[in-house]
């Protein structure tokens, strides 16, 4: 992933809008972004965001405090999820309250 991103760095979200365009699915969800540059990609398409807070002191790798200070006003459909003490069910449950709204 590293290397790959050395060279271009919004490799991975390119390649899933070039799949995304040619087979022309209903919904598309892209399940990681951690980079502005791939949250960038999907900008001009309106899309809805979602982040998962974690615990900030897990991990100091680039790839998971990149968006730390990204500007999330950007984003028109954007739903935060303090998800540090949730379980799956409970995540499950605020997705469907949150985010199904603003797909139907």
Same mark, same amino acid.
């Given at each position: 992933?590293?290397?790959?991103? $050395? /060279?271009?760095?919004?490799?991975?979200? $390119?390649?899933?809008?070039?799949?995304?365009?040619?087979? #022309? &699915?209903?919904?598309?969800?892209?399940?990681?972004? %951690? !980079? &502005? /540059?791939?949250?960038? =990609?999907?900008?001009?398409?309106?899309?809805? +965001?979602? %982040?998962? %807070?974690?615990?900030?002191?897990?991990?100091?790798?680039?790839?998971? =405090? $990149?968006?730390? @200070? !990204?500007?999330? @006003?950007?984003? /028109?459909? !954007? =739903?935060? *999820?303090?998800? +540090?003490?949730?379980? *799956?069910?409970?995540? @499950?449950?605020?997705? #469907?309250?949150? +985010?199904?709204?603003? *797909?139907?």
């Amino acid at each position: 992933s590293e290397v790959c991103r $050395a /060279t271009v760095p919004d490799c991975w979200a $390119a390649a899933a809008l070039r799949k995304i365009k040619a087979e #022309q &699915p209903k919904i598309a969800m892209i399940c990681d972004a %951690r !980079f &502005p /540059t791939e949250i960038g =990609v999907f900008l001009p398409y309106n899309p809805i +965001v979602v %982040r998962l %807070r974690r615990n900030l002191y897990d991990s100091n790798h680039i790839s998971e =405090v $990149a968006l730390d @200070s !990204f500007n999330w @006003s950007k984003i /028109t459909n !954007f =739903v935060m *999820i303090e998800n +540090v003490n949730l379980s *799956i069910e409970e995540k @499950s449950k605020v997705l #469907q309250e949150k +985010v199904l709204p603003l *797909i139907l």
